[in-house]
């Protein structure tokens, strides 16, 4: 798998957790730098710079769509609570 492949991949689930997040400057980004690192005529300096940055990049897209967290009894027997204590 290429790293432009895998950034499509990654993009696809950060866009499910906070759409349009793809088509955001920062995965503009992402995708340049993919395809950098892709580039087999890019030098080893030009990479292990595209490198840094392209996870910097991804680190930020990931803080900009949290995880989608799963309720649980606990969480649904609180919300019962409140609704019941609300009137």
Known sequence: ???VEAVERD???????????SESSLAATARALAAGLDDGRASLAMKSMASKE???????LA???PDVVAE?????LERRRE???AG
């Open 11 to 21: 993009l696809v689930e950060l866009d499910r957790r906070r759409p349009g997040l």
């Open 83 to 85: 609704k019941r204590r």
């Open 54 to 60: 392209f996870r910097e990049t991804m680190a930020a």
């Open 72 to 76: 649980d009894a606990i969480d649904e």
């Open 63 to 65: 803080a900009l769509a």
């Open 1 to 3: 798998m290429s790293v």
